[in-house]
C-alpha cells in the first residue's frame, strides 16, 4: 500500500470514529456545520405527497433563480421545470409507465437534473450508474440485475454502454455530452466544448450506437405532446441505488418518495 493511500484510510478511519463518537454522545452530525443559515436539518415527510410535489413547490417559490450552475453556466428553476417536463413527455411517448426503471449514467453536469427529474415526472424509478468506475462487465451486471429499458447517459462512456448491452433489456438510448444545455438556443459555447472534448482532447471513443437519441432532442421531442399526470405516494419508490461493490457484486437499495405516510 502506497503511503498516500495509507493516510487516506487513516483519515477516512478517524473521520469515521469522529462520526461515531458524536453520535453516541448525541451531538449532531459534523455535516451541519456545511448547512447555510435558515436550513432546517430535519424535513417534514409529511408536508409532500412525492419528490415531485416537493418539485414542484421548490419551482413555484424560486422559478426565477437559480437551480443549478456549471462551466459558468446556470440553468433556473424555471427551465429546469420545462425541460424535465418535456423528458418526462418524451419518456411517456417512447412507452416508460409508472414504476419502470430509467438508468442515469452521467456525471455532476448542467444536463443530469433534467433526466433526473423528468424521469421522476414520468413515474419512473431512477437507478444511478456510476459512469466513472463501472467497466463493461460491471456495467452489464447492473443492467441486466435492474432490468431497465431506458438508459441516459454521457458520450464519454458510451462505448462501455455498447459492449455492455449484449443480454439486457435496454431499448431506449439518450446520449448527451458535456455542453449540452450549458445555452439555448444554438449553445455556441457547448457546441464549442463538445467540439474541444472530442476532437482536441479526443476524449470521447468511437462507438455505434444508431437508434441513440440526444439529450436536446429528446426534450424537443417531449415539448411536442401532452404530459400525463402520474399520481404518486410515499409508497413509491424513487430510487434503486446500487453500492460500491468494492468487495462483492454491486448490490442493490431502495429509496421511497417519502420515509413515512402522510398523518
Known amino acids: 500500500m502506497t503511503r498516500a493511500r495509507h493516510a487516506m484510510k ?30 432546517a436539518r430535519e424535513i417534514d415527510p409529511s408536508r409532500y405527497r412525492s419528490l415531485v410535489h416537493f418539485f414542484d413547490e421548490s ?4 422559478r426565477h433563480q437559480v437551480a443549478f450552475a ?38 455532476n453536469t448542467l444536463a443530469y437534473p433534467v ?38 447517459m454521457l458520450d ?5 454502454l455498447e459492449d455492455a448491452l449484449p443480454g439486457s433489456r435496454v431499448k431506449h438510448v439518450v ?3 458535456l455542453g449540452d444545455l450549458l445555452a439555448g438556443g444554438f449553445n455556441v459555447k457547448g457546441r464549442t466544448l463538445n467540439l ?8 470521447v471513443p468511437g462507438f455505434a450506437l444508431p437508434e441513440a437519441m440526444t439529450l436536446r432532442q429528446a426534450i424537443a421531442r417531449g415539448a411536442k405532446r401532452k404530459l400525463e399526470t402520474i399520481c404518486m405516494g410515499h409508497g413509491d419508490i424513487a430510487f434503486i441505488q446500487y453500492t460500491g461493490g468494492t468487495i462483492s457484486c454491486r448490490k442493490a437499495r431502495c429509496s421511497r418518495i417519502a420515509t413515512s405516510s402522510p398523518t
Open 70 to 107: 456549471s462551466l459558468g453556466s446556470e440553468l433556473t428553476f424555471d427551465a429546469l421545470d420545462q425541460k424535465a417536463h418535456a423528458f418526462a413527455s418524451y419518456l411517456q411517448e417512447i412507452g416508460v409507465q409508472h414504476g419502470d426503471h430509467v438508468a442515469l449514467m452521467m456525471p
Open 156 to 160: 464519454l462512456f458510451a462505448k462501455t
Open 196 to 203: 474541444f472534448v472530442r476532437h482536441v482532447k479526443k476524449q
Open 175 to 177: 446520449v448527451t455530452s
Open 115 to 152: 433526466p433526473l427529474f423528468g424521469a421522476l415526472i414520468a413515474g419512473a424509478i431512477v437507478l444511478n450508474v456510476n459512469p466513472l468506475l463501472y467497466t463493461v462487465r460491471e456495467l452489464a451486471h447492473q443492467l441486466k440485475d435492474c432490468g431497465a429499458q431506458t438508459i441516459v
Open 10 to 39: 487513516l483519515a477516512q478511519a478517524s473521520l469515521w470514529a469522529s462520526a461515531q463518537a458524536q453520535s453516541m454522545h448525541g451531538i449532531d452530525g459534523i455535516w451541519y456545520a456545511s448547512y447555510a443559515p435558515g436550513v
Open 59 to 62: 419551482v413555484a417559490r424560486y
